[in-house]
């Protein structure tokens, strides 16, 4: 990130432990397909998405 933005240690170490809670839960896989569906002059965006187990 700080090749974009300049940002220091202390503020990536206060993330992390903000987010490493929420990435230590069990992660489902989920699979998402997306289709445009033209109708006349509209476009259509469809999205599905499935457990994968």
């Known amino acids: 990130m700080s090749l974009f933005e300049e940002i220091s240690h ?26 445009i569906v033209r109708i006349g002059d509209w476009k259509v965006f469809v999205w599905a998405a499935i457990d994968v187990e």
Request: proline share 4%.
């Open 10 to 35: 202390e503020s990536v170490r206060k993330y992390y432990h903000r987010l490493k809670y929420i990435l230590k839960q069990p992660m489902k896989l989920i699979a998402v397909d997306e289709t």
